[in-house]
């Protein structure tokens, strides 16, 4: 199984950006795909979720209205799309599988696959 997390780049406030999450060696019904970030001396939080059935789970509230989880149409690929973007989402972005039947979860320990984090810096 392989994750692999990619699309972060420098962005200004109030731009959109979206990240990719390729996964190879696994099934998408049996897993879910987590996105989370980890800001310079903090710890890592969980964002969004998508479970294997498709179901969305959010867990920061300050994106609540503005990222969005989905997966591909090959359903290899989970994307979030990330809109009007601060700087208090700069951050390293993961993207993490996990099975136990597909369902989320907001804890990163949770999580037996991680892709290598992509950097999102947003400019004021």
């Known amino acids: 199984v392989q994750l692999q997390a990619f699309g972060g780049g420098l962005v200004q406030t109030g731009d959109s950006l979206r990240l990719s999450c390729l996964t190879s060696?696994?099934?998408?019904?049996?897993?879910?795909v987590g996105w989370f970030r980890q800001a310079p001396g903090q710890e890592r939080e969980g964002v969004l979720c998508?479970?294997?059935?498709?179901?969305?789970?959010y867990y920061a509230d300050s994106v609540k209205d503005r990222f969005t989880i989905s997966r591909g149409n090959a359903k290899n690929t989970v994307y979030l799309q990330m809109n009007n973007l601060n700087v208090e989402d700069k951050a390293v972005y993961y993207c993490?599988?996990?099975?136990?039947?597909?369902?989320?979860?907001?804890?990163?320990?949770?999580?037996?696959?991680w892709g290598q984090g992509t950097l999102v810096t947003v400019s004021s």
């Open positions: 998508i479970s294997g059935s498709g179901d969305t789970e």
């Open positions: 993490a599988g996990r099975s136990t039947s597909g369902f989320c979860s907001s804890r990163a320990s949770r999580y037996t696959y």
């Open positions: 060696g696994f099934t998408s019904v049996d897993y879910a």
